[in-house]
């Protein structure tokens, strides 16, 4: 316990820390592309659901091996969740075209 004057600071071997905004990391960061990706395939165009799923998670995966700033894991978790919803609704879509071209087929039979 220590009685007395103001407690000292922790002193760190080999001196202060670098500040956060000095680490640098080797590969830049498609966070943001594949959230614009998910948002346009949600908006305009599905099909570009699937691709954004994909730079998505490799985004995830490079910042979680420490190759790209984790700052933009957000992002990049948003862009797949967006991605996700646009590929599940290509895929209804698509499943509802088929049921619907078979029963045109069953029917004019």
């Known amino acids: 316990m220590w009685v007395g004057g103001p407690v000292p600071s922790p002193v760190v ?22 959230l614009v990706f998910s948002i346009i395939g949600l908006i305009v165009c599905q099909i570009m659901c699937p691709f954004a799923w994909r730079m998505a998670r490799l985004e995830i995966k490079a910042i979680d091996a420490g190759r790209r700033d984790p700052k933009d894991r957000g992002l990049a978790v948003a862009a797949e969740a967006l991605s996700i919803i646009g590929t599940l609704l290509v895929a209804l879509i698509v499943v509802g075209v088929i049921f619907v071209a078979i029963g045109g087929v069953v029917a004019g039979a």
Request: proline fraction near 23%; glycine fraction near 10%.
């Open 13 to 34: 071997p080999g001196g202060p820390l670098p500040p956060q905004a000095a680490i640098q990391y080797p590969e830049k960061s498609d966070a943001v592309t594949a």
